[in-house]
């Protein structure tokens, strides 16, 4: 580690501190010491909080949710027009339109109580297996990328990327069957970990912060994957000028786990490697230790002798990875008839709240996942059947994070002691002691 | 003292309005026709049910996706048929809503976009007695030709026509001898609104021997102007403004809601500009356009998907492709409005002259649609 520390002497001049110290937006000096401490350790609460906050939150976000149900509900609001000389109209019809929308939530997301047989029954849940299936990958990418302190938000590039490269070799490369799989999925797998990687090495090598880089990344693959699509040679399927790729050949497709009547496909069991790979990385290798350790204290994971600067680059590089199996997947499972520039689907920012949700845990993104899965099949039958726009699923998801993430922060912003955080716990307990 | 009493004026006040909000309809038929039907509902309602799913647009786009919901939502009304709408975020929700509508039972699905063309077609495969709309596409995926599933109708405009039409009084009423053009990305059913536009400022030319240009549009979409995306922006103000800035002053951009950048660096610009609209009448569905709109060009997705779907709501299925053109009304250009004083009366005879002219077949415009 001598030769590493020598290294850092060296590029002094242009990144006067330790990357791990803390991102240069704050010039050295500028703000009290402990500054960063505080930003860290509210990142922390927010990432690693306690079941009983993510159910909590949960069940809040729901109860929000029927409240804006029932306030936008037509039957709602003209039975509480003549509320005070008939007041039991309008809470039956508050009833009626909140749970009309959650029975038909239930019913596209678990368990389809309309249907003759249990095939047909079960198939709400295998679509939301379907739609957890991206985010699995992705809340994993934004997981590790959190327990090592950093803040992932570019998975939306990745996924494009990843997406991109995948289905360029899905659809415009010649091999047999098994083999154009795993060439395609290396190839998106690959794309992604280059893309967050560049992010990672921006950080270690010049200390720019990974939220400006990830975002600014994003637009990058936008643009580029926008004029790709645009582009007769690259992506852009021959014969048109839509900005659509052609279909995936038929050797590189997922096959369906249980059918073809259902669409979960081998992206799923994919998934769920990857959530095993991650928890054994995480909990049962050197590399995942060095990450958790950079990720509670960089200083003193330097001092122990982790290169903080190595371990930089190598988290965003697996965290890309596993974002970009998420687009791998999008593309080679989900939406194989061609894709354009929005296949993303707004995965790479959901994954921020599944991440969050799951408490950066790989057991935790998963069933957070799930959720958000269901959350997205069941949104689309209770627009279908109970005329209760999108955006509601949209608020309920925003209110999780909300109600995880407000109060460290605000802890935060105003300087008020984190309760718990251990020096001001004992700065606190000492004088009631005395006290006593 | 004074806090309590103007607590009880308060509540006194409270108490009575909402008492006044209304006394609880009678019985349980008036219940249910009293609040929430209009006068739109018919005598009897239909076993019918007209269903539309979005593309990731939105209903509230201000174009196309809102336009055919307009028009499939009057229908359904006049029909008394049940009414049923999915709006998608992503290509990702594209199947699994258009599954939705499957599985609620509806008889006629309307999809927006050529982005859900894959998507409809694997729909209207896996069930053929579902009747599928499917508005801007013609559901040809595999490019040999011909629609790929039997029970879908594509409804298609050729708007170049009507595109013509604008850019011969946009030339003729050009003091500058310069026009300009952008778009939002180089989709068919965008260019050919720039390309249209240009073919009729080019036969303007030949006609009168002027040589009134084209500013943003080549000719093929390299080298034409673009925003990259559909929303109005900075990337599509600047674009307004670089057009503007070679001394146009007629100014067509092409792609939802990113005339009112233009209009931003119209405004900017301190010159006088007119602006022309796509889709819908500008002047009517934006009032604030009124003073700057010289004319619109009309695509007429409302009025397409409304009879489509009331043809299917009164049993009369047809599957045949609909094109939208001058002749059938489906494309057209809208009213002079506020700038018939300024438009030199024979000009716009001469392009009521023109329409005919196209409509008869003695002046051909090109399209994507007519190759």
């Known amino acids: 580690m001598s030769v590493d520390d020598s290294q850092l002497g060296g590029t002094s001049v242009a990144a006067p501190q330790h990357v791990g110290d803390e991102p240069p937006v704050r010039p050295a000096g500028t703000k009290a010491p402990d500054d960063g401490d505080r930003w860290r350790e509210a990142l922390r609460r927010v990432t690693s909080g306690g079941w009983a906050v993510s159910l909590g939150a949960v069940v809040l976000a729901v109860l929000a949710g029927s409240v804006m149900i029932a306030v936008t509900d037509k039957g709602v609001q003209d039975a509480s027009g003549y509320f005070f000389s008939r007041p039991q109209d309008t809470f039956s019809a508050i009833g009626s339109a909140v749970g009309g929308a959650y029975a038909a939530l239930f019913r596209g997301a678990v368990w389809d109580f309309r249907a003759d047989d249990f095939a047909g029954g079960i198939k709400p849940f295998m679509s939301s297996l379907n739609f957890a299936t991206p985010l699995i990958g992705a809340g994993l990418g934004v997981a590790l990328a959190f327990r090592a302190g950093l803040f992932n938000i570019g998975g939306r590039g990745q996924m494009l990327v990843a997406a991109a490269a995948a289905g360029w070799v899905g659809f415009g490369v010649d091999l047999p069957i098994v083999l154009h799989l795993v060439v395609a999925m290396t ?197 279908a059947s109970e005329n209760v726009p999108i955006e509601i699923v949209l608020v309920i998801q925003s209110l999780i994070v909300l109600f995880i993430a407000a109060p460290p922060l605000v802890r935060a912003v105003f300087h008020l002691p984190q309760p718990g955080a251990r020096p001001k716990k004992r700065a606190r307990r000492q004088p009631k002691e005395v006290a006593a | 003292m004074k806090k309590t009493m103007r607590a009880a004026v308060l509540a006194t006040a409270a108490a009575l309005v909402l008492a006044a909000c209304g006394a609880a309809p009678e019985d349980e038929n008036e219940a249910t026709t009293e609040p929430g039907a209009d006068e739109t509902t018919p005598a009897e309602t239909i076993d019918y049910k007209a269903c539309i799913v979005s593309d990731a647009g939105g209903f509230d786009d201000k174009s196309f996706n809102q336009l055919s919901y307009e028009g499939t939502k009057k229908a359904a009304d006049e029909l008394g048929a049940q009414f049923a709408e999915v709006q998608s975020d992503s290509e990702t ?144 103000k600047n674009t307004a403004a670089a057009i503007i800035d070679q001394g146009v002053d007629v100014l067509l951009p092409v792609g939802g809601p990113i005339y009112q950048s233009a209009m931003d660096a119209i405004a900017d610009s301190g010159r006088e500009i007119a602006l022309i609209g796509v889709d819908a009448d500008f002047y009517e569905t934006d009032p604030s356009t009124q003073d700057l709109v010289l004319t619109s060009i009309l695509k007429k997705m409302d009025v397409s998907a409304y009879d489509a779907v009331m043809a299917a709501g009164q049993g009369d299925v047809d599957y045949e492709a609909y094109v939208g053109t001058l002749e059938n009304g489906g494309v057209g250009i809208a009213p002079l409005h506020n700038f018939e004083g300024k438009v030199d009366a024979a000009l716009w005879a001469e392009v009521e002259a023109l329409q005919e002219q196209i409509i008869a077949g003695e002046v051909e415009v090109t399209s994507y649609l007519n190759q």
């Open chain 1, 187 to 383: 190839a998106g797998i690959a794309a992604g970990a280059i893309w967050s990687g560049i992010a990672g090495l921006l950080k270690a090598a010049t200390g720019a912060h990974e939220v400006i880089t990830t975002i600014m990344l994003n637009y990058v693959a936008f643009y580029l994957i926008s004029y790709m699509l645009a582009t007769p040679g690259l992506l852009q399927a021959p014969g048109s000028s839509n900005p659509k790729t052609p279909p995936m050949a038929d050797t590189v497709i997922m096959p369906r786990l249980l059918g073809a009547q259902y669409k979960l496909n081998l992206g799923f069991v994919f998934a769920l490697v990857a959530v095993v790979l991650v928890w054994w990385l995480l909990n049962r290798s050197r590399l995942g230790f060095a990450f958790r350790a950079v990720g509670e204290n960089p200083d003193a994971a330097r001092v122990a002798g982790i290169d903080v600067r190595r371990t930089t680059v190598s988290v965003m590089l697996v965290a890309g990875g596993l974002i970009g199996l998420a687009g791998t997947t999008q593309v080679l499972g989900t939406v194989t008839t061609g894709f354009s520039s929005d296949i993303d689907a707004g995965i790479g920012f959901d994954a921020i709240t599944v991440a969050l949700l799951g408490r950066s845990t790989p057991f935790g993104v998963l069933a957070a996942a799930i959720l958000f899965g269901a959350f997205k099949a069941g949104g689309s039958v209770m627009q």
């Open chain 2, 93 to 236: 929700d594209f199947q699994p809503n258009i599954d939705s509508l499957v599985a609620e039972g509806c008889n006629t699905i309307v999809t927006v976009g050529f982005a859900l063309s894959a998507a409809t077609v694997e729909a209207a495969t896996a069930n053929p007695d579902i009747e599928f709309v499917l508005i801007d596409d013609a559901a040809d995926n595999d490019f040999n030709g011909e629609k790929d599933a039997e029970n879908i109708k594509p409804l298609l405009y050729d708007t170049a026509q009507a595109a013509f039409l604008a850019g011969y009084l946009a030339a003729g009423y050009s003091e500058s001898g310069k026009v300009g053009t952008f778009g939002g990305q180089p989709y068919p059913t965008v260019t050919i609104f720039m390309d249209g536009f240009k073919q009729g400022v080019d036969y303007y030319n030949e006609v009168k021997g002027t040589s009134v240009s084209v500013i943003g549009w080549t000719g093929s979409d390299e080298g034409s102007s673009f925003t990259g995306g559909f929303e109005a922006n900075d990337t599509a």
